[in-house]
């Protein structure tokens, strides 16, 4: 089941990669107003180190489309040291600055999600990197994921809250 972002009002949440990504390239208004609940404790969010991994390399490419003429992934495998020693210190200085956010708490991916990965992956046909947030999720007890990703949709248990 898919709901509006702005009608979540549960108190646990956990967020899928592109919301911090559209709070920090500033593109969606509503995921600011979300993030401002979450900085103010009305909501306690939820993510990965998964999701960082993710964030920042969605980064690194946008500040690489940012700067750059022609394809991001082409120049960052033409020239990767290069953009790296250029983009790397704004993408760092962002996940730091979003990892100490106010009620949002990272945990982490551990051995035994592996399996609620496979699992997910052949019972709900979610590509891995999903399955693995699932399993996150799973194990931690949350239900409710804000994420732009329909795929989640395809998991009963699940409701997603979208921009």
């Known amino acids: 089941m898919t709901l509006p972002l702005r009608e979540f009002r549960e108190n646990t949440i956990y967020l899928d990669t592109m919301l911090p990504y559209a709070l920090l390239r500033g593109i969606d208004e509503e995921v600011k ?75 982490e991916v551990t051995v035994s999600d592996l399996s609620g990965m496979t699992e997910a992956m052949g019972r709900y046909h979610l590509r891995p990197r999903d399955a693995l947030h699932y399993a996150v999720m799973s194990r931690i007890g949350c239900s409710c994921i804000a994420s732009t990703d329909a795929h989640f949709d395809r998991v009963p248990s699940l409701t997603r809250y979208a921009p």
């Open 33 to 107: 107003l979300f993030f401002e609940r979450i900085e103010g404790g009305e909501i306690q969010a939820y993510t990965s180190v998964l999701t960082f991994d993710e964030l920042a390399y969605r980064l690194i490419l946008a500040l690489v489309r940012d700067r750059y003429d022609g394809s991001p992934l082409d120049l960052l495998r033409k020239r990767e040291e290069h953009v790296l020693e250029e983009i790397a210190p704004r993408v760092c200085a962002a996940l730091e600055e979003l990892s100490q956010l106010p009620n949002l708490n990272i945990v």
